[in-house]
């Protein structure tokens, strides 16, 4: 499975993998591409962790200078087989085209 970033478009969360996979939170509003810049605090406690990080501070950022493709799907049932995917193309941070890949059944 390994590290990947999430994408919110509408009214849904999508994970991706085609941005740098550090667990970054993205969004397509507005036909732009945007991503959140934010700042976390250590709170230490007894868990098996030590601790948790706790959001300080956020604040989205558009993401003029990239232009690609980003793919991004999301599971839409319990058995994980069925997927919802989409690919955003890009130029200078807004949103060209959308291309609806639809529903996959991986049975």
Same mark, same amino acid.
């Given at each position: ?54 959001? $300080?501070?956020? /604040? ?6 990239? &232009? *690609?493709? !980003?793919?991004?799907?999301? @599971?839409?049932?319990?058995?994980? $087989?069925?997927? /919802? ?6 130029? &200078? *941070?807004? !949103?060209?085209?959308?291309? @609806? ?7």
């Amino acid at each position: 499975m390994g590290m990947f970033d999430y994408v919110n478009y509408g009214e849904h969360s999508y994970q991706t993998k085609s941005m740098h996979n550090e667990m970054c939170q993205y969004k397509i509003e507005d036909g732009v591409l945007w991503k959140e810049q934010a700042l976390y605090d250590w709170i230490e406690n007894d868990s098996r962790f030590g601790g948790y990080l706790e959001k $300080k501070s956020a /604040e989205w950022i558009p993401q003029y200078q990239f &232009s *690609g493709e !980003i793919y991004f799907y999301r @599971n839409t049932d319990k058995t994980y $087989k069925v997927w /919802e995917e989409h690919t955003a193309f890009f130029i &200078s *941070g807004k !949103i060209v085209k959308l291309v @609806n890949e639809g529903y996959k059944n991986e049975e």
